[in-house]
């Protein structure tokens, strides 16, 4: 079993729509990433959490330690929100990432 | 100031070659971690330096390797390529791995043929 599940797998939105990614791992981490992957391989850092709740323009990431899940919900989706979202955590007090599956999420115009 | 930069973008590759992959980091940044990426196994973690120091290897065989050079440029090398190696590969780079935020490359493609 992945120690890091994602859902859903894919997603289709219409323009306009509220959006939410969820994220659910298994084990204790020391920190948790949301990651935006367009067609084209390069992979940007949206968001690192550790705790709480983060916002940036209309990208929204929470996470619950407790229950071990992180969401990423994106406000008044717009086609160029449309990429591959992956949550990837640290593990512990280790070095490396251990990324989910991904969610493509398309929106349509 | 520049982001990561992963050279070259795109390889083609004969089997029973090897390749070398360069990653530099933010300035600054000290800790640097690889990554594979393949439509079957998603996104895999191959090895992270520190300092020159390799602190962490995924569980790739001992064809992968990499190093770390005072700048704290990178560079990784796969020997003897196999079909199985065309993927994309990712670098990423923070200031001290752990819980400081990184920073990923563009990556750079192989494909084995």
């Known amino acids: 079993k992945n120690e890091v599940e994602q859902s859903p797998q894919n997603l289709t939105a219409q323009e306009g729509e509220f959006i939410t990614i969820n994220c659910s791992y298994s084990?204790?981490?020391?920190?948790l990433h949301w990651l935006q992957q367009h067609p084209g391989g390069g992979i940007v850092s949206l968001f690192m959490?550790?705790?709480g709740k983060k916002k940036h323009g209309r990208l929204i990431a929470t996470i619950n330690i407790q229950e071990k899940h992180s969401s990423l919900h994106i406000t008044a989706s717009h086609p160029r929100d449309s990429a591959v979202y992956i949550c990837a955590v640290r593990l512990g007090g280790d070095y490396k990432l251990s990324f989910g599956a991904g969610t493509t999420v398309t929106v349509r115009a | 100031k520049a982001g990561v930069t992963q050279t070259p973008r795109y390889l083609i590759k004969t089997r029973g070659q090897q390749v070398t992959l360069s990653c530099s980091p933010i300035s600054g940044h000290r800790s640097v971690s690889w990554y594979q990426q393949t439509p079957g196994q998603g996104l895999q973690f191959l090895f992270e330096?520190?300092?020159?120091?390799?602190?962490n290897k995924g569980n790739f065989p001992g064809r992968f390797s990499g190093r770390q050079f005072s700048n704290s440029r990178s560079e990784m090398n796969v020997s003897t390529l196999e079909l199985g190696d065309s993927a994309l590969y990712l670098c990423?780079?923070?200031?001290?791995?752990?819980?400081?935020?990184?920073?990923f490359g563009q990556g750079t493609r192989l494909t084995v043929v």
């Open positions: 990423a780079s923070s200031l001290e791995g752990g819980k400081t935020e990184a920073f």
């Open positions: 959490l550790s705790s």
């Open positions: 084990v204790g981490i020391s920190a």
């Open positions: 330096y520190f300092s020159e120091t390799q602190r």
